[in-house]
């Protein structure tokens, strides 16, 4: 089993609608959890940390962990044109400070 | 303050050579992670190193070797280059081991021929 899995894509969303994106992870040891953008061409960038259960908001942004079902997600409110891009999923696996990316969505912002 | 800066940006090189690649942490920061990331893949861990020492290594041969100098700088080298190990080569530099938060420089993308 992948350690960390997300739909690759691509998502396709209308601009002014919220997009949502999913990532299970496998090591129920797990405790931080990243989202970061990737830009073609361009290395990551981190827009969001999450250490517990519940939401997280930021700006247009909010991740949501639930550690039970080994589940984190991504929402964007609003989105724009200028979010089209690559949405990595991390996370920490606990045994050592590893951390493991999934392969990233595709994410399309129809104008 | 200045963010994580690699270099070089582009490398080519053929079968068989040794490459270096460099890598600068952002200021403040200890600790540097190295990923591979291929055409259509997230980023897979390398290796870190904290303090100068290696601190976790993924699964990647031994001919991946690694570097951190007193100034937390560090050096990726990789002998024996193979077709597969043409790629992004990615650096993240980060500070506060328990959040694991790591911030990436522009990456180096090396091409084996």
């Known amino acids: 089993q992948k350690e960390v899995e997300q739909n690759s894509g691509p998502l396709s969303v209308p601009e002014g609608a919220i997009a949502s994106l999913n990532c299970t992870y496998s090591?129920?040891?797990?405790?931080?959890f990243f989202w970061y953008r990737q830009y073609s061409g361009k290395s990551p960038e981190l827009i969001m940390s999450?250490?517990?259960?519940g939401d997280k908001e930021d700006g247009r942004f909010t991740a949501q962990l639930n550690k039970a079902s080994q589940y984190v997600s991504l929402l964007i409110r609003d989105s724009q044109p200028s979010d089209s891009a690559t949405y990595l999923c991390?996370?920490?696996?606990?045994?050592?400070?590893?951390?493991?990316f999934g392969k990233g969505t595709r994410l399309h912002i129809l104008p | 303050e200045t963010g994580v800066t690699q270099s070089p940006t582009h490398l080519i090189k053929t079968r068989g050579q040794q490459v270096t690649l460099r890598c600068s942490s952002q200021?403040?920061?200890?600790?540097v992670s190295w990923y591979q990331q291929a055409l259509g893949q997230g980023p897979q861990f390398i290796f870190q190193?904290?303090?100068?020492?290696?601190?976790g290594r993924g699964n990647f041969p031994p001919r991946f070797s690694g570097l951190q100098f007193p100034n937390y700088s560090s050096e990726l080298n990789v002998n024996a280059l193979e077709l597969d190990d043409s790629a992004l080569y990615l650096c993240?530099?980060?500070?506060?081991?328990?959040?694991?938060?790591?911030?990436f420089g522009p990456g180096t993308r090396l091409t084996v021929l």
């Open positions: 993240a530099s980060s500070f506060d081991t328990s959040t694991k938060e790591q911030f």
């Open positions: 090591d129920r040891g797990s405790q931080s």
């Open positions: 999450i250490y517990s259960n």
């Open positions: 991390a996370v920490n696996v606990n045994r050592d400070d590893k951390i493991i």
């Open positions: 200021s403040g920061h200890n600790t």
């Open positions: 190193y904290y303090r100068e020492e290696e601190n």
